[in-house]
């Protein structure tokens, strides 16, 4: 892959200069080694057409009539008008506050929703993620441009996605009121498995495509993500691709180089990152250690992560839920080792180890001599086992929610002695 036309690949400035020795080493490391690997959907926003959604989900005839209102609410007009009223108002694009940067709302008092939006909250939940594990809150909060922001959680409570709407900034062409949803790392997961390790994952975003194709969808942001748990193809494999040209494109008969930039963690091992374009253009791709970020400075495992994000230009279609590794390899050709490999269940598997292993290591530093002083004076083992039972809590810690962490890993997560400075502490 890596030598695959790499003189037409390069800028004309840099045909012609031959591979360090280093950066040939890297390439093939990386190509020839085998890996324990996953790809999939990490992060998914877009809006629908709200006047469609209500009528696919059948809203129309039961959601309608909550407050008395009925004869009002009878069609898409009216309510279209009626949760204009609420959220940011619009001002002239060409106006500028005190500071001299561009307005396009004005924030207004939040007024809490009523059980009409409440309502159509409730069916938006039903007919894009019912069954799936997530959570809809009861209540609503402002949001940046709709006028009510439904959060999506886990049974837990951890923040998942959300919901938006109402609003006169989020109005389409020809007058037709709109619907946001999100779901961020943990929303895709959830949606994905639904807790049956047995499902097929891919069958699930394609019948999610087709309830998105009736409902007038405009996908606005689609995180795809492989993970290498090995390490395998680093941030030196991916710094080697993009020096030697691998990334280059052509606009206007020429070749370019994307914008590059690095995050160094200096020697702390909490994780570097090398990104690849920039965050405002249609893609954008981050290759971080995933492990060392999650808080285990010892982990391999590096994610390669590709954002894009729609434009007046080029819009995301939904073909990428059905086939988001196409969309991967079609950004940059030389993305054509990514493939799906393993099941997403087994992700939640590696992140849960890290952060167990990050909590143990902090836990032993910060509580390690106190348990060794009780251990001490603990007569017998049941005396030792009553204050352990006494001071603990039955509600399970952030990083074992979403994971499945069972025993027979926990002797693997038992730290050593980091270094000299911990024995000297």
């Given at each position: 892959?890596?030598?695959?036309?790499?003189?037409?690949?390069?800028p004309s400035s840099n045909r012609g200069v031959k591979r360090s020795g280093s950066q040939?080493?890297?390439?093939?490391?990386?190509?020839?080694?085998?890996?324990?690997?996953?790809?999939?959907?990490?992060?998914?926003?877009?809006?629908?057409?709200?006047?469609?959604?209500?009528?696919?989900?059948?809203?129309?005839?039961?959601?309608?009539?909550?407050?008395?209102?009925?004869?009002?609410?009878?069609?898409?007009?009216?309510?279209?008008?009626?949760?204009?009223?609420?959220?940011?108002?619009?001002?002239?694009?060409?106006?500028?506050?005190?500071?001299?940067?561009?307005?396009?709302?004005?924030?207004?008092?939040?007024?809490?929703?009523?059980?009409?939006?409440?309502?159509?909250?409730?069916?938006?939940?039903?007919?894009?993620?019912?069954?799936?594990?997530?959570?809809?809150?009861?209540?609503?909060?402002?949001?940046s441009f709709y006028a009510y922001k439904f959060l999506l959680t886990n049974v837990h409570?951890?923040?998942?996605?959300?919901?938006?709407?109402g609003g006169m900034l989020t109005i389409r062409k020809g007058g037709r009121p709109s619907?946001?949803?999100?779901?961020?790392?943990?929303?895709?997961?959830?949606?994905?498995?639904?807790?049956?390790?047995?499902?097929?994952?891919?069958?699930?975003?394609?019948?999610?495509?087709?309830?998105?194709?009736?409902?007038?969808?405009?996908?606005?942001?689609?995180?795809?993500?492989?993970?290498?748990?090995?390490?395998?193809?680093?941030?030196?494999?991916?710094?080697?691709?993009?020096?030697?040209?691998?990334?280059?494109?052509?606009?206007?008969?020429?070749?370019?180089?994307?914008?590059?930039?690095?995050?160094?963690?200096?020697?702390?091992?909490?994780?570097?990152?090398?990104?690849?374009?920039?965050?405002?253009?249609?893609?954008?791709?981050?290759?971080?250690?995933?492990?060392?970020?999650?808080?285990?400075?010892?982990?391999?495992?590096?994610?390669?992560?590709?954002?894009?994000?729609?434009?007046?230009?080029?819009?995301?279609?939904?073909?990428?839920?059905?086939?988001?590794?196409?969309?991967?390899?079609?950004?940059?050709?030389?993305?054509?080792?990514?493939?799906?490999?393993?099941?997403?269940?087994?992700?939640?598997?590696?992140?849960?180890?890290?952060?167990?292993?990050?909590?143990?290591?902090?836990?032993?530093?910060?509580?390690?001599?106190?348990?060794?002083?009780?251990?001490?004076?603990?007569?017998?083992?049941?005396?030792?086992?009553?204050?352990?039972?006494?001071?603990?809590?039955?509600?399970?810690?952030?990083?074992?929610?979403?994971?499945?962490?069972?025993?027979?890993?926990?002797?693997?997560?038992?730290?050593?002695?980091?270094?000299?400075?911990?024995?000297?502490?």
């Amino acid at each position: 892959m890596a030598d695959r036309g790499a003189a037409e690949r390069l800028p004309s400035s840099n045909r012609g200069v031959k591979r360090s020795g280093s950066q040939q080493t890297e390439l093939s490391r990386a190509v020839s080694a085998p890996s324990r690997t996953w790809a999939g959907i990490d992060w998914l926003a877009g809006s629908v057409d709200l006047g469609e959604l209500l009528d696919e989900s059948g809203w129309w005839g039961r959601g309608q009539c909550l407050d008395g209102s009925d004869a009002s609410m009878a069609s898409l007009e009216p309510l279209s008008a009626y949760l204009a009223a609420f959220g940011p108002r619009p001002k002239p694009k060409a106006g500028a506050d005190e500071n001299g940067e561009v307005v396009t709302g004005e924030r207004v008092p939040f007024v809490p929703p009523c059980s009409i939006v409440r309502s159509i909250a409730s069916a938006a939940f039903r007919y894009l993620f019912e069954g799936s594990g997530l959570v809809l809150s009861v209540d609503a909060g402002p949001g940046s441009f709709y006028a009510y922001k439904f959060l999506l959680t886990n049974v837990h409570g951890d923040f998942a996605g959300s919901i938006e709407l109402g609003g006169m900034l989020t109005i389409r062409k020809g007058g037709r009121p709109s619907l946001r949803f999100e779901l961020t790392g943990q929303g895709c997961s959830l949606y994905e498995h639904r807790g049956d390790a047995s499902a097929d994952h891919a069958q699930r975003w394609c019948a999610l495509r087709a309830q998105l194709e009736r409902v007038g969808t405009m996908l606005t942001r689609v995180d795809t993500a492989f993970d290498d748990f090995d390490g395998k193809r680093s941030l030196a494999h991916a710094r080697c691709m993009w020096e030697v040209g691998e990334f280059d494109y052509t606009f206007g008969g020429e070749r370019h180089r994307p914008q590059a930039k690095e995050f160094n963690d200096c020697g702390s091992r909490k994780g570097s990152t090398f990104y690849v374009g920039n965050s405002t253009s249609e893609k954008q791709l981050r290759v971080y250690q995933k492990g060392r970020q999650l808080g285990d400075p010892d982990s391999p495992w590096v994610r390669w992560e590709l954002q894009f994000k729609s434009s007046s230009r080029k819009r995301i279609t939904l073909d990428v839920l059905s086939d988001p590794m196409s969309f991967m390899r079609g950004a940059f050709e030389c993305l054509d080792f990514i493939a799906s490999c393993m099941a997403r269940f087994e992700v939640q598997d590696e992140v849960s180890k890290a952060t167990a292993k990050s909590v143990m290591r902090h836990g032993k530093r910060m509580f390690g001599r106190t348990w060794g002083a009780i251990f001490r004076l603990a007569p017998d083992p049941e005396s030792l086992f009553l204050v352990m039972q006494a001071m603990s809590d039955d509600r399970p810690p952030n990083w074992q929610k979403t994971g499945r962490l069972t025993w027979a890993d926990v002797p693997g997560l038992i730290p050593s002695p980091d270094t000299d400075e911990e024995a000297q502490q």
